[in-house]
Structures are given as structure tokens and as C-alpha cells.
């Protein structure tokens, strides 16, 4: 793994969003199922995942999930409900209250919190099927108290009646009760628009291929859509108290994701950087997926020396990376430098995989830079504010005057009368 | 005023996302931008603002925001300042802290608040300055606690020193110490990729032209965003206990922002229907803008008949509207019933401009039907969150068995190791 100067590396990466024919592609499926509905959704899914389907075939029984528990193991029923417990638990914090502002002149202010009333949940079908993925995204709506959670995914003839078991049961697990298997731009245009079989939702979130993040960008504006999520991200800062071992499997296990994910370390230790360049390239070898970690170790992975961990810092703030491990003396006491981070994991045991599948916080994260500006999935993306206003008549006639000075000088005189037309009829009552 | 039973009412609203031409000026424009900086921003400014101006002028010296204050009324200074304390005040109870989960086996989670570092608002020039539009966007941005606000403004050459004095006013009550003259689809390039004197931002909010508007999306994802506005729209929900007089003054005042924004009365009282739709027509008469809301009234306007209270909920809550105001006997029973609405004015004394100019609230809201998924403008907005995962050695012990089960049910075998040497290396330790 190369060695460089912190100030050597490029921060920036450009990330593709789809090629014109594929952005072409996109707005032909979404525009065809807008107009013709299951007719067009059924066609497509012919053609793309090679399944005749009816449209009474769409949605996946009750009876199919339960069949699916017989063809999982137990060690995976037992990790799954764990970590759905613990997802849970986190999410359950991240819950607020409507809350109302009572002022002595009888005017109420509030900020009013409820949930969506329905999403739906895009799980990509294929060779990787990510259950944990599926507890990460239906979860937090669950949470916020989205009464209508559907979820989509393709349907492929490998699995069991055409989905995968996994995520039949981490759906089941998760309290999905309303499951279609379509796939693709066209699943993601029956959400939006909804079909005589899909009734449409109000946000759409979950990864898919490039034609389902374009679909969900062209359907942006109808219903809401989450980040389109770019390649996966690395950053360790550590010191020379970190095991190399521990620092180069941490550095793989992002790296096994695809080629383009990135993964890197920041440290002053010319020691660590030395001993993890070496741990990396023997871990390598014995890795399953080790074609893909070794092209994205090539391409997109390095380790970064700086001068002192000041510099480091300054370093994790510019790249702001979807995931950032701390192994230094004191880490604790770098989080309050730490400006943009996806999630944060300190110390020795608190390596990746520990967020991505099981301590409960959110796995999905902000990429490619995004964490200056965004944040975790949290109940928050599945809830929306209403602002509520009740103005008294005493607080009206105390402050109508400057109401109408205001409008005035904006030239809204339609404004300024609203409240006049009631100060003088109440004035002179 | 057309008064139609409301289920001959066509609810959905295309909205108009510019054409291709004003696509591509608006490409061609962040693009040189982006690449010649400054030099692009001043031929720009040029061109379409017909000010020449050197790199040395762009930034608004404190010497001018000062003798604005020259140029506005002492109604207008207590005004504004009455209303900025109403707008933090109310913006003061959004703030959230950081918390932390601290579990017994060690294991600390939690959820990191903290505010973005650098926004940029839009303030849009011409013959309609909005004074209130800076507090709006400005004041959640510094409740949140972002260090810097920065705002742009397109030079025109009526104004004070080139801009209006109510809207430098307002900027300097408002807290902003960082003010460009510039304007249009080049100043939102400036903000998202910085130029020699301008440094680049992590968000941009604010409203602006459809150059402005096609801009913004553009340079989403390189930067966050706000909301593409649509036009303003009013629901008044009511029943014969309203007074007709207050009804039509809220419809008037909506109506005359512009000839697109939309005005409806959802009412199962005949007898106000008839009274509402004659004092528009009276009090229309009388308007300055007389023109753009008659235009209004008569292409998006409208009073729907309903059978009951409950079809009115029903239809309110289709609309989502920006506003809604409710004027009936049990105005507060009703709230809970409300699904959708940017903001909720409850009685005959909160008429909208209540809520535009002066009571707290935001009055940037969720347009053309979005508030099904979206919410007022909040210190939310101007935050991200980061997690946090301090996993202790007991914990992992414990439950890494569970976390390599998972990863290697998809696959993932470099996850599985990164647990796998930990549990290895401290079992033998």
C-alpha cells in the first residue's frame, strides 16, 4: 500500500452520475409505467430480470415469508434479531416530541412532528443480497411510526420463490408486511407514481444499480428520495499505540466492497505506516474477494503521513469520510476536533463491521464528501415538521402595527390589510 | 370567486423546472464559474446586472452596511428588530444536543450535533426586496450555531450603494458580517466552488430566479441545498363561524404574491362560500396589486364545497398545502386530524401574515404539495449528525460472533476477519 505525504494526496473525486444513455434509459421506464401502470411495470420486468409475471404474482405472500424462515440458519436468525433489537434501541433515542410554546398573552407557537405516512424501501436482488441493509433502512421509518412501510426488490430465480430467504426474513424480522417483487427503474417509478396493483409513497429510500439512482432522481420533487449513495469510504487516524493487524483488516474490510471504494489511513507513525503497508498486503492474499480489495487498495487506497496528528485531524476534516476509526492514546479527546464524519469508531475494538451490522447506530452514511453537509439515516429522514401558529387578539392588537409595517415596506399591501381589516373591526367592537 | 363542489377539484399542479435554454445558461454560467473564478463572476455581472465592477468592489464594506441605516424608518427598525427576537426565540427551541448511550459493558453510542461551518444565502434583488426572506434564512443558520453566514445579492442600481437599504439593514440585524454583490446562477457558482474572493460554501438556501433555482440544482451534491421553491399557496379550512371578511383578506394576500400562487377555500357552508367569494371581489378591487391577483384568484383559486368537516380534512390533507389556516368553531379539535401543511394558523387573529413576517416560525415552507414529505425551514437544516461507536473489548467478546455471522452471510468475508483477528488475538492475550 502506497506511503505518501498528506499534502502529495488528492482529496477530490469526481463521482458519475450516469452516462446519457442511461439517464435516457431511466426516464423512458419511469415515464412508461407513470402512463401505463402494471402493464408496463410487468414488461419491464420481463425484459430486465427475464420473469413473466401477472400482475396478482407482483406481491410476494404471507405465506412466502414464512416458508423462507426454513431456509435459514439459526446463527443467522439469532445475529439478525440481535442487531435488529440493537438498531432498535439506537433509532428509539433519535425520536422527538411535538412541542408547544405557551406565551402569557394566550398565543401558542409549536413545531408539530409526525411521521411519513409511507415509504417505500428499494433492496437490491442480484448475487450480494445485504439483509443487514434492509434492517438499516425500514427500521428508522418504523421508528418514527410510518404506518405504511413497502418494500421492493427484484425478483431473481436463484432464491427461494424467486427473493433471496435473507431478506425475506430480515424483512420479516424488520415488520415489513408488504413486499412486491419488482426491480429496477421501474419498481422505483411504481413507488412515485403508484400502479392499479402499488398504491405510490410519500419518500423512497435504499440503494440499487445506476438506473435505480437515476429513476429515483428523476421521481425527486414527487416523492422524496434519500442520498444517492457514491462508493464506500475508509479514514483511520491512529497513532503508534494502534495494531497494524487490526488497522490493515479494518482497511480491507472496506476495501472488499468494490473497486471504487476508498480506503486510508492518517497517521505521523512512519512505524504504523510501514507495519500496516505490510499487514495489508499479507491479509491480502488471503482474502475471497481479494481481486476487488487489491484494485480499490491500488486505485483508490493510501497512507497518508503527516507531521502530527494536527495535521491529521485537518486531513479527516477535508476528506470527510463516510467512516472514520480513531486508534490513538487518547481518542476520546480528538472528537471534539473531529468536524465531519459519517459515524465515528474509537478504539481497538470498535472496527467497522461492528457498525455496519450490530451496535445500532445507522450503516447507512454520507459519501464522498457529503458528511460536511449530511448525516446518518436517522428517524428525522422519515418524519416531517408542521410549524403552528394560534395568535391571540391581545397579541394581534399589540403587534398588529408592526405586522403591517413590515408588509408595507416588502410592497405586499394585500399583507398589510389582512391584519388591518381584523384591528379595526376589533378595535372598534 | 368560482365556487365548485370539491370533488371536481383537479388537486395536482404540474410545476415547471425550466426550460432546456434556461438549462443551459445556467450550465454554461456555474461552469465558467467554476473554472475562471472571479474573472467569470464580474463579466457575468456585467452582463446581465450592467455593473462593472473590479474583484476589489465585490464584498460590502462595513462602512456600507452602516450607512443603510440612514435610509430606513424608525416603524421599519422596530419592526424587523421585534421580529428577529420572535424568529430566534422561536428558532431557539429547535436546537438539540448531543447525547450519548453509556451501556454497562462499556460500550458508549451516540449521536454527535454540530452545526455546518460555512452557509451561503441568496437574497434576490429587483423591485422586490424582501427584508423578512434574510431573517428567515439567516437566523436558524446562526441559531444552529454556523460559524459562517455569508450572503449574496444580486447589485442594482437603485439602491443605496448599489443594494436596497432594508435588505442591508435586515442582513445586519440579522447577524451577517459577510455580504457579496453578486447575483444569479453565477453567484450560486461562486458559493459552491469558490472563486478567489469568495470561499466556498457547504450549503446554499434562499430563493432566486429560475437561473438561480436550475443553479442550486446543479451544484447539489458538490454542495447541500434547500428546497426548490414553488409558488406560494393558501388553504383556508372553515366553517359559518368565520367571518367572510378575514377569509377573503388571507386569500387576497396569498393571491397577490404572484399570478401562479394558489388560493382555496375549503368550507361545508354555503352561505360563507357566497360571502367569501363577494368580499374578494370587493376587497380586490381595492388592491394595488390588484392585476396579479385577480389572475391568481382566477387561474389556481377556488372555494370547494364539501359535505362535512371531514371531507374538508380529507381534502386538506391531498393538498398539503403551504398554509393552512383553520377557522372554525373547534379550530384545535381538528389539528389532529391534519396530516399535511407547511404551517397551521389556528383562529380568526392568525392570518397568515402573522406567520410571514413576525410571529417565529419559519415562513419558508414546503410548496406544491410537498409538505407529504418535507418540512418548514429549520435549525435541522443548518446541522449534521455524525455517530458515535466506542465498542468495548467485553462487548466485542460477546457479541462478535453474531457480527461474523452476518458478514459472512453476504459475503463479505474481509468484514468477518476485521472481528475475527480481534477475537483471536485478546482470547489468546
Redesign the interface.
Known sequence: MRIIPAEQFNLSRE?E?GTSAQNEAAREIVEAVRKEGDTALLRYTEQHDRIKLDAGKLRVTEAEIQAAYAHVDA??L???R??AANIR??HE??KRNS?M?LQPDG???G??I?P??RVGVYVPGG??????SVLMNVIPAQVAGVPEIVMVTPPSTGGQEGINP?ILVAAAEAGVKELYRVGGAQAIAALAYGTETIEPV??ITGPGNIYVALAKRLVF?V??IDS?AGPSEIAVLADDTA?P??VA??L??Q???DEMASSILVTSSKDLAEAVSQEVER?LK????EEI?RKSIESYGAILLTSSIDEGIEVINKLAPEHLEIMTKDS?EL?GR?????????????????????????HI??TNG???????V?V?DYI??????????E??LQ?G???I???R???????????E??LE?ELNA
Do not use: C
Request: proline fraction near 5%; hydrophobic fraction near 40%; charged fraction near 20%.
Open positions: 463521482v452520475y446463527a443467522f439469532t445475529a439478525i440481535k442487531a434501541a439506537f433515542k433519535q412541542w410554546d398565543t401558542l407557537l413545531q408539530i409526525r411519513l405516512r448475487k450480494a443480497a445485504y439483509p443487514s435473507f410519500d419518500k420533487g416523492v422524496n444517492i495494531n493487524v487490526y483488516a479494518d480491507l474490510s476495501a472488499e466492497h491479509q488471503e482474502l475471497p474477494r480489495a476520546m472528537l473531529i468536524e465531519n464524519a459519517g459515524a465515528i469508531f474509537i478504539g481497538a475494538y470498535s472496527s467497522e463491521p461492528v457498525g455496519d451490522y450490530f451496535a445500532g447506530p445507522n452514511l454520507p457529503t458528511a460536511r453537509f449530511s448525516s446518518p436517522n428525522d416531517k415538521k408542521s410549524s403552528l401558529i394560534y395568535y391571540s387578539k397579541a394581534l403587534n402595527e408592526h405586522i409595517a413590515l408588509a415596506h416588502e410592497g405586499l399591501e394585500g399583507h398589510a390589510r389582512a391584519i381589516v381584523r373591526r
